[in-house]
């Protein structure tokens, strides 16, 4: 019976010391503002960009994407915030692939984008998109 009420102490004393020690070592991380990192948007357009997708990195302040022309035309997009707007930010840059050329856009945050595209070729020619 002692060795069972032993063995019992020992158990219970290990989950209560368990149990209070803080797994993450007494770290502790500051709440976070606004957590998003990466912003993106989808849509349509004239010109090279039929559709198209773009992300846009918060910390760095530059634009990535892919945009299509139809089954056989596409290409990247990069670019880089020009200005910091009320909800968003502006931005220029690149396109290459089938079409290059260059683009210039507004984009906010939790809406919508729009601007336009100078592609190198005719067509498809100098275009607009907007997207969500």
């Not at 990466?38 to 918060?58: H, P, R």
């Not at 100098?126 to 969500?132: L, M, T």
Request: net charge negative; glycine share 16%; charged share 20%.
């Amino acid at each position: 019976m002692k060795k069972i009420m032993t063995a019992f102490l020992t158990t219970t004393a290990g989950l209560l010391l368990a149990a209070s020690s803080d797994p993450v070592g007494k770290t502790r991380i500051a709440p976070v503002d606004d957590n998003i990192m990466y912003v993106s948007w989808s849509g349509e357009g004239t010109g090279a960009w039929q559709k198209f997708e773009i992300y846009y990195d918060m910390e760095t302040g530059l634009f990535e994407g892919k945009w299509w022309y139809d089954d056989e035309h596409s290409g990247t997009i990069k670019g880089a915030a020009t200005a910091e707007i009320p909800g968003g930010v502006t931005g220029k840059g690149r396109f290459g692939g089938d079409y290059a050329g260059a683009w210039t856009g507004t984009f906010y945050f939790r809406g919508i984008c729009f601007g336009k595209t100078w592609a190198k070729s005719d067509p498809p020619g100098d275009g607009e998109f907007k997207g969500i």
